[in-house]
């Protein structure tokens, strides 16, 4: 029997879902007796532009701030994970903080030779409190969502190289209270890394992230309504700490958004701190 308990530090922002696409054996994915792994996530990010359909900016300053508290088990070969967030939200000075939305996650995990592979059913569920009148400082969206996610890593020469990709399509619900539907969303990431002779365990990699939304739906129709495009890249790394502190790990990794359409324009910083024992 193998526990985890994971304490981590980051930064989040727009097409940035902070999946660790990176290094899908940590956590391994629980082929024998069962894995449990607590997260703890502090988020911060910001956007200072707003970039509509046709690539005019305009001033729209929003500041982010995000615990995040994620449970995962593994059993063998099947993932369960549920995410709760506590945020702290500010739009052009108006603030608000709650607790968020609750994702819920299940699924099958495999590992075939060089390959790693996780293909889950997600659920987010409204559990946050919705004021109407908060408009862009509400935590929550105050409606479902579900939908499918992905991801692969496979290892090259040994496992000195990996190649890694997630991809998610959400099908999102009505907001009852203001009849606007949120366009369905397909997100990806895709990452190449290698190990580095830096410690026992050390990864390098660039990542690239991407964003497409539908456009929304107010009343039941999307009329004057505009789909959503974001994309972003940066440096990712996993770095063991085993010499200094055995049993933790840390993962640093930066997005900067290079392209939007309708979106605002963001940028990620995140330190992921893991404890495993």
Known sequence: MCK?????????????LASNIMTADCPPIGERGYT???????TYSLSEKFVDRKGAESAKENEQRLNLLIARVFLPGLLFRASIPYSQIAVNGVSRSDFGDVTLEGGLTRKWGPWRLRALLFAG???????????????GVNAWSFGPNFSV???LDGNNYDLDFWAQYAVNFT????????????SYAAAAGAK?????????AVEQRG??????????????QWGKTQLSAGPAMFISMEKLLPGFQLW??????????NTQRTALYYLKLQYNW
Do not use: M
């Open 196 to 204: 580095v002779p830096l410690g026992p365990h050390t990864r390098v």
């Open 125 to 139: 569920v409204p559990v946050s409190r919705w004021d109407r009148s908060a408009g862009a400082t509400n935590i």
């Open 36 to 42: 449990l792994q607590v997260d703890n996530r502090l």
């Open 4 to 16: 985890f308990l994971c304490a981590l530090l980051l930064f989040a922002s727009g097409p940035a």
């Open 175 to 186: 907001n009852p209270a203001t009849r606007i539907k949120a366009g369905n969303v397909f």
């Open 211 to 224: 964003l497409f939304g539908d456009p929304n739906e107010v009343r039941g129709s999307s009329a004057g």
């Open 153 to 155: 890593t496979r290892y």
């Open 252 to 261: 640093p990794i930066a997005q900067f958004d290079f392209y939007n359409r």
